[in-house]
């Protein structure tokens, strides 16, 4: 019932910027809390950063300072604005629920930061 689509990555050189969106559509029960995913090469999917129906975010270690997360309930947008990137943060990047519903994983999109 929902689908969640990930656009603006692509290539950034390390301590460029980044804005992705996440797009939603379908049925939303309520206004849940959000996640974005990343899923680097060899690597497992993991949580960077998270927002809930209040606006209370929450960031991996590996982002927190680095990384805002928001969302625009009305728009049913989410946004994951990434500044002073590193190569470590190339991966595919992808939206869902806080608890993650596999059937609404979207295509990601890809970050690559290099040089």
């Known amino acids: 019932q929902v689908q969640l689509v990930e656009s603006g990555g692509g290539l950034v050189q390390p301590g460029g910027s980044l804005r992705l969106s996440c797009a939603a559509s379908g049925t939303l029960l309520g206004v849940p809390a959000m996640g974005w995913y990343r899923q680097g090469p060899g690597e497992q999917r993991e949580l960077v950063a998270g927002?809930?129906?209040?606006?209370?975010?929450k960031y991996d270690d590996s982002v927190m300072g680095r990384f805002t997360i928001s969302r625009d309930d009305a728009e049913r947008t989410l946004y994951l604005e990434m500044d002073s990137l590193k190569p470590e943060d190339t991966a595919a990047y992808y939206c869902?629920?806080?608890?993650?519903?596999?059937?609404?994983w979207g295509p990601g999109t890809q970050v690559t930061v290099s040089s």
């Open positions: 927002i809930n129906s209040s606006g209370r975010t």
């Open positions: 869902n629920f806080w608890t993650p519903d596999d059937a609404a």
